[in-house]
């Protein structure tokens, strides 16, 4: 008999709509507001933000976004984007042995630049095949071109959802 195990349900926040990361604590079973604000943009990189601390400590993040929409609460959906099935990535070129400080500060920083675009437009909870994306992106591309992709995610993220 296979056990599933399901996502508690986040309960809607206190209080006037507003932005609004609720994160569920297993320990205690509840649910608690980790970030508010009356801007999306805030919330989304704070939830962000946790998400990766939570998962650098071995931690499952269980997240929900709340918000106004017509003035009302409602639940934004929080998940990562399935994922379609890929083949296989093809591997980066090789590196030449022993790369300098200067380059491994580089690569540092464009992979800092790619990750705050990422948690701006509020897709903080990365799959292996995301990780691998960001890691080719990072090999390939220079600061000035990742962090114009930066910021594209993040003007995309303050754009109302279509649909």
């Given at each position: 008999?296979?056990?599933r195990?399901?996502r508690?349900q986040?309960?809607?926040p206190?209080?006037?709509?507003?932005w609004?990361?609720?994160?569920y604590?297993?320990?205690s079973?509840?649910?608690?507001?980790?970030a508010e604000?009356p801007?999306?943009g805030?919330?989304?990189y704070?939830?962000?933000?946790?998400?990766?601390v939570?998962?650098?400590?071995?931690e499952?993040?269980?997240?929900?976004?709340?918000g106004p929409?017509?003035?009302e609460?409602?639940?934004?959906?929080?998940?990562?984007a399935p994922?379609?099935?890929?083949?296989?990535?093809?591997p980066?070129?090789?590196?030449?042995?022993?790369?300098?400080?200067?380059?491994?500060?580089m690569?540092?920083?464009?992979?800092?630049?790619?990750?705050?675009?990422?948690?701006?437009?509020?897709?903080?909870?990365?799959?292996?095949?995301d990780?691998?994306?960001?890691?080719?992106l990072?090999?390939r591309?220079?600061?000035?071109?990742?962090?114009r992709?930066?910021h594209?995610?993040?003007?995309?993220a303050?754009?109302?959802a279509a649909?």
């Amino acid at each position: 008999m296979e056990t599933r195990q399901t996502r508690p349900q986040s309960p809607q926040p206190p209080g006037a709509p507003r932005w609004v990361a609720m994160f569920y604590d297993p320990l205690s079973a509840s649910w608690r507001i980790a970030a508010e604000s009356p801007d999306r943009g805030p919330v989304l990189y704070a939830m962000g933000e946790m998400t990766q601390v939570k998962r650098a400590r071995g931690e499952e993040a269980t997240v929900a976004l709340w918000g106004p929409k017509d003035g009302e609460w409602h639940r934004y959906d929080s998940s990562p984007a399935p994922v379609p099935d890929t083949p296989e990535p093809t591997p980066a070129p090789a590196r030449p042995a022993g790369p300098t400080k200067l380059a491994e500060r580089m690569e540092d920083r464009r992979h800092q630049v790619l990750m705050a675009g990422l948690s701006k437009a509020g897709l903080y909870d990365l799959t292996p095949d995301d990780v691998t994306a960001v890691q080719a992106l990072v090999d390939r591309a220079d600061e000035t071109t990742l962090r114009r992709v930066a910021h594209w995610m993040a003007v995309a993220a303050g754009q109302p959802a279509a649909g």
